[in-house]
């Protein structure tokens, strides 16, 4: 039997985002491994940010 993936809310993910949240956080809120939604930015071409940039957001 196959595990089914959610349906996860792709406009509400970028724009949070893009807005500075986390991946981490944004895959815990949903119930998915940050991998799954790295994969899952990267179909939807969405730009990744790198540490520096990361780390940028959070100071």
Do not use: C
């Amino acid at each position: 039997m196959t595990r089914r993936m959610p349906e996860l809310p792709k406009d509400e993910l970028i724009r949070l985002y893009r807005a500075g949240r986390s991946l981490n956080s944004l895959a815990r809120d949903h119930g998915v491994s940050a991998p799954y939604l790295t994969k899952r930015f990267k179909e939807w071409n969405v730009p990744l940010r790198d540490r520096a940039q990361a780390a940028k957001l959070r100071r």
